[in-house]
């Protein structure tokens, strides 16, 4: 019986040996790989072609994203590679790798992002899959094969009829002024409103509205926050050059809050605002009379 037992704690340690050496391999052979996407990177930014080429396994198979022209071999590659440089001058890559496999123990299966940035041009965008072989305890390139990322339309169109709202607004009277910079964010995806309400010489409250297109709803939307701790939203509809914008909210102290605003353009630099169906939970208050805003 001892024996038995001997024997097969001793075949669970042969095991467990074998996986963590294999783990330890593969460990090392996705640090080798990383290491081959860099050194590619770095000749391709170079304008190498020879170096390139030397990436690629001798019987590998490329195939040009441009022109979808295959070739094969180091010679036909290094030969695409110079051509490449010679049309797009001060191309550069950048690479990105998400997952490395393995098939067996000589190949691997690497996916990643890629971006070539051309001068004055919109950057190629690229997901890939490298196939790489290992030769001599090199790992080469065998084949890639790219698909174009998925573009993320912008929300500008949705939101460009707005964009008349861009820049400093001001309503004042002899009690108080109101003042209100709009802007887009990055991309455009989103217009900021900062708003600040001063009576005489003192900022009385602050606060920040963010528009947006719900892509769901497939509508305008906006939320709004104040230096009080009152937040809201809204849903916005255009009729003719007004926009209607159905709002709802929490008061500080808790109570429920609604309004119907409506905000009419009447050129770049005027438009009105006013503010009807007011309520604070249920209870209905009086309207906010139409004032006029004008751009600074």
Same mark, same amino acid.
């Given at each position: 019986m001892k024996r038995v037992v001997l024997t097969v704690a001793m075949m669970a340690w042969g095991l467990t040996s074998a996986i963590g050496a294999e783990a330890d391999r593969q460990a090392a052979d996705r640090a080798a790989i990383r290491k081959a996407v860099e050194s590619y990177v770095v000749a391709f930014n170079q304008g190498d072609a020879k170096a390139l080429a030397a990436k690629w396994a001798p019987e590998a198979v490329y195939t040009n994203p441009l022109s979808g022209e295959q070739v094969?071999?180091?010679?036909? +590659?290094?030969?695409?590679?110079?051509?490449?440089?010679?049309?797009?001058? *001060?191309?550069?890559l950048?690479?990105?790798?998400?997952? +490395? *496999?393995?098939? &067996? #123990?000589?190949?691997?299966?690497?996916? *990643?992002?890629?971006?070539?940035?051309?001068?004055?041009?919109? #950057?190629?965008? &690229?997901?890939?899959t490298a196939v790489y072989v290992k030769r001599e305890g090199q790992w080469l390139l065998d084949r890639v094969t790219e698909e174009d990322m998925p573009v993320?339309?912008?929300?500008?169109?949705?939101?460009?009829?707005?964009?008349?709202?861009? *820049?400093?607004?001001?309503?004042?009277?002899?009690?108080?002024?109101?003042?209100?910079?709009?802007?887009?964010t990055r991309n455009n995806n989103f217009l900021t409103r900062s708003f600040t309400v001063q009576i005489r010489d003192r900022i009385d409250m602050a606060g920040m509205q963010i528009i947006g297109w719900? #892509?769901?709803?497939?509508? +305008?939307? &906006?939320?709004?926050?104040? &230096?009080?701790g009152a937040f809201g939203q809204g849903t916005w509809k255009k009729k003719d050059n007004r926009w209607y914008i159905q709002q709802s909210g929490v008061l500080p102290d808790g109570r429920k809050s609604s309004s119907v605003n409506i905000i009419t353009f009447v050129d770049d630099s005027t438009c009105t605002l006013q503010s009807v169906n007011r309520t604070v939970d249920g209870e209905l208050l009086p309207n906010v009379e139409e004032v006029k805003i004008t751009k600074q």
């Amino acid at each position: 019986m001892k024996r038995v037992v001997l024997t097969v704690a001793m075949m669970a340690w042969g095991l467990t040996s074998a996986i963590g050496a294999e783990a330890d391999r593969q460990a090392a052979d996705r640090a080798a790989i990383r290491k081959a996407v860099e050194s590619y990177v770095v000749a391709f930014n170079q304008g190498d072609a020879k170096a390139l080429a030397a990436k690629w396994a001798p019987e590998a198979v490329y195939t040009n994203p441009l022109s979808g022209e295959q070739v094969v071999g180091r010679e036909a +590659i290094e030969q695409q590679f110079a051509a490449i440089f010679a049309e797009a001058k *001060g191309a550069k890559l950048q690479a990105a790798t998400n997952s +490395i *496999g393995f098939v &067996s #123990p000589n190949v691997a299966v690497e996916q *990643g992002t890629a971006k070539v940035i051309r001068p004055d041009q919109a #950057p190629d965008e &690229s997901e890939y899959t490298a196939v790489y072989v290992k030769r001599e305890g090199q790992w080469l390139l065998d084949r890639v094969t790219e698909e174009d990322m998925p573009v993320v339309a912008s929300h500008y169109e949705q939101l460009k009829d707005l964009e008349w709202m861009i *820049g400093r607004w001001v309503d004042e009277d002899d009690q108080a002024t109101v003042v209100t910079e709009c802007n887009w964010t990055r991309n455009n995806n989103f217009l900021t409103r900062s708003f600040t309400v001063q009576i005489r010489d003192r900022i009385d409250m602050a606060g920040m509205q963010i528009i947006g297109w719900d #892509p769901a709803a497939k509508q +305008i939307r &906006s939320w709004v926050f104040d &230096s009080d701790g009152a937040f809201g939203q809204g849903t916005w509809k255009k009729k003719d050059n007004r926009w209607y914008i159905q709002q709802s909210g929490v008061l500080p102290d808790g109570r429920k809050s609604s309004s119907v605003n409506i905000i009419t353009f009447v050129d770049d630099s005027t438009c009105t605002l006013q503010s009807v169906n007011r309520t604070v939970d249920g209870e209905l208050l009086p309207n906010v009379e139409e004032v006029k805003i004008t751009k600074q």
